[in-house]
């Protein structure tokens, strides 16, 4: 079965950095768009970027200009560069992705998610 492993979160203070990873796993024959998500306690899970295979790239507003995501599509892995923390993007993440099977079965999983908290 198809696996995402994230990891990456940690504790740090505003203005710091962390990056998180994203390595999927199994009998993947496609990957067409990796994702980061986040959802803070008490809000909805919400979209903070996405890379195709071309590389195009989306980001939420919020992030815009401090976070880059990129993909090792040898390595089917994803990441997320967060710079210029701030206490409002603390949350838990989690990478997601879009693609197909060898058998042509579209997926779409989730990884268990990895905490980031941004101290004031």
């Known amino acids: 079965q198809v696996q995402l492993v994230d990891s990456g979160g940690g504790l740090v203070q505003a203005g710091g950095s962390l990056r998180l990873s994203c390595a999927a796993s199994g009998p993947i024959f496609s990957i067409d768009v990796m994702n980061w998500y986040r959802q803070a306690p008490g809000k909805q899970r919400e979209l903070v970027a996405g890379i195709r295979t071309s590389g195009t790239t989306n980001y939420a507003d919020a992030v815009k200009g401090r976070f880059t995501i990129s993909r090792d599509n040898a390595k089917n892995t994803v990441y997320l560069q967060m710079n210029s923390l701030k206490p409002e993007d603390t949350a838990v993440y989690y990478c997601?992705?879009?693609?197909?099977?060898?058998?042509?079965?579209?997926?779409?999983?989730w990884g268990q998610g990895t905490q980031v908290t941004v101290s004031s």
């Open positions: 997601n992705i879009e693609g197909a099977t060898y058998g042509m079965r579209p997926i779409r999983p």
